[in-house]
């Protein structure tokens, strides 16, 4: 089945602590990115990935890590994090970066 | 900067009534529009998507958006909603080149159909 899976689905932890998200895709798409989902903001991205060893920052990258090693994975780091990034954060990935995004189904992370 | 402007964050509705949904983007170029619904928790979905062509596109579920140029519009509309329709659906737009591939949405609205 095509899919975009995240692990863990939901994350508490506390202010600093080093934590990752993972994404992987089985469709092969090149293009991946990261979203966080707050009430009332909608959907804002964070990083993506246009293939392999390429990332840039979205809109709102402060905070974060991106790497994509290799094409199925993208996994999203958060090197110390605080209370302003809890969150539900999704991965997407597309075959171009101007088609339809798949998406995972979510991380809530709560940051004490 | 691009931004994707939804009209009403809460729309309560009853069963079999008519729906619109408003979606503005404020880029002039060319650009790809989406629609995207999120049922009670779980992730998004796909509704419906403008790339080019006929500007009337239909989706899943009996929904529809019309694209107006001229306005800067891609409005969702369903002539009928049913209880099941209840989520937050969310516009979003995708312009060329110049703005980084990237993706932007709107804040979202959230739907509630009374049964």
């Known amino acids: 089945e095509a899919q975009v899976t995240q692990n863990p689905r939901y994350l508490i932890t506390v202010t600093g602590k080093k934590l990752t998200v993972t994404c992987s895709q089985n469709?092969?798409?090149?293009?991946m990115s990261w979203y966080r989902q707050d009430p009332g903001l909608g959907l804002r991205q964070i990083y993506y990935?246009?293939?392999?060893?390429?990332?840039d920052k979205g809109d709102v990258p402060e905070g974060y890590k991106v790497s994509r090693k290799e094409k199925r994975n993208f996994p999203l780091i958060l090197e110390s994090p605080s209370p302003n990034q809890t969150s539900l954060y999704f991965c997407?990935?597309?075959?171009?970066?101007?088609?339809?995004?798949?998406f995972g189904p979510g991380t809530r992370l709560t940051v004490t | 900067a691009q931004s994707v402007s939804q009209h009403n964050h809460h729309v309560i509705l009853s069963e079999a009534a008519s729906l619109e949904l408003g979606c503005n983007y404020s880029?002039?170029?060319?650009?790809?529009l989406f629609w995207y619904v999120q049922y009670p928790g779980q992730h998004l979905q796909l509704l419906l998507k403008?790339?080019?062509?006929?500007?009337l596109v239909k989706g899943i579920k009996g929904f529809e958006a019309e694209f107006i140029k001229s306005k800067f519009s891609f409005n969702l509309r369903k002539p009928s909603v049913q209880w099941s329709d209840t989520a937050e659906y969310f516009c979003?737009?995708?312009?060329?080149?110049?703005?980084?591939?990237?993706?932007?949405f709107g804040a979202g609205t959230i739907l509630r159909v009374k049964s």
């Open positions: 997407a990935s597309s075959p171009r970066k101007t088609s339809e995004q798949y």
């Open positions: 469709m092969n798409h090149e293009y």
């Open positions: 990935s246009m293939n392999v060893e390429v990332t």
């Open positions: 880029y002039g170029g060319t650009v790809n």
């Open positions: 403008y790339f080019s062509g006929d500007p």
């Open positions: 979003a737009v995708n312009a060329h080149e110049e703005y980084g591939n990237k993706l932007v």
